[in-house]
């Protein structure tokens, strides 16, 4: 997962890149696992997404608790194509890799892997 940090530029958040590891150590399948686990401890219960309150409230554990409200809130904003103030499973996972420039590029590949593992239960 990425992890906020300070940025010079204020409007914008700077994020610490953990994904390129988690993928070389899980490949593309673990990833997309991992990403979704990643989801299931933030998102908020009832609503089904992540919320600025669940992220506060969960991103401790996942080891995020010294970010400040606005890291939350930026994150939140980064990720929320459809303007709902939330993050449902595909705007977070698009986040993720959004904001892994590396991963970007490996993208295609890791994607590839884990539609073949999946094509593989189907045929």
Known sequence: MAKP????????????????????????????DELCNGFNVLMDREKGVITFDSLKKNSALLGLHDLSD?????M????DFDGD?????????VL???????LMEASRFLLEQ?????????L
């Open 5 to 32: 940090s300070a940025s010079a530029d204020s409007s914008s958040c700077g994020f610490e890149d953990f994904l390129p590891l988690m993928a070389n150590k899980l490949g593309g399948e673990g990833l997309v």
């Open 70 to 74: 606005e890291d939350l809130r930026c």
């Open 114 to 122: 884990a539609f073949q593992h999946e094509l593989k239960d189907f």
């Open 85 to 93: 103030g939330a993050l449902n499973q595909m705007e977070f996972c």
């Open 76 to 79: 939140v904003r980064e990720g």
């Open 96 to 102: 993720m890799f959004r904001l892994s420039p590396e």
